[in-house]
């Protein structure tokens, strides 16, 4: 493993890690991004882009050229490339974010 895997791994992980905090917000703290200003610029980053960042990158992280066998390398590339696809749409088009996503606290206050 090289060490634009790890460092793409451990990017992913902590982005991971950070997104997870904010999603629970057990803290005032981690709460806090619900009620910014801009909060439709704020709903969407922390609930879909990040995650979906720190998704893209655990993949690039375990990611590497010797995929074997043939089945495990064309799931971990439709992985990725549901990862992408789904980012890139929810970076440029208005889409609207599934209440699923949201966290319980969050729908309570909108």
Not at 26 to 42: D, K, L, N, Q, Y
Not at 80 to 106: F, N, S
């Amino acid at each position: 493993m090289s060490a634009a895997n790890v460092t793409m791994l451990v990017v992913g992980v902590l982005l991971a890690a950070w997104t997870t905090r904010q999603h629970l917000g057990r803290s005032r703290r981690a709460r806090a991004w619900g009620r910014a200003g801009a909060r439709s610029v704020a709903e969407r980053t922390n609930l879909v882009v990040h995650p979906l960042l720190a998704a893209l990158l655990i993949l690039a992280g375990l990611g590497n050229d010797q995929v074997e066998p043939a089945g495990a390398g064309a799931i971990f590339w439709a992985g990725v490339a549901l990862c992408l696809l789904l980012l890139g749409a929810y970076i440029i088009l208005p889409l609207p974010i599934p209440d699923a996503v949201k966290p319980r606290w969050y729908r309570d206050m909108t």
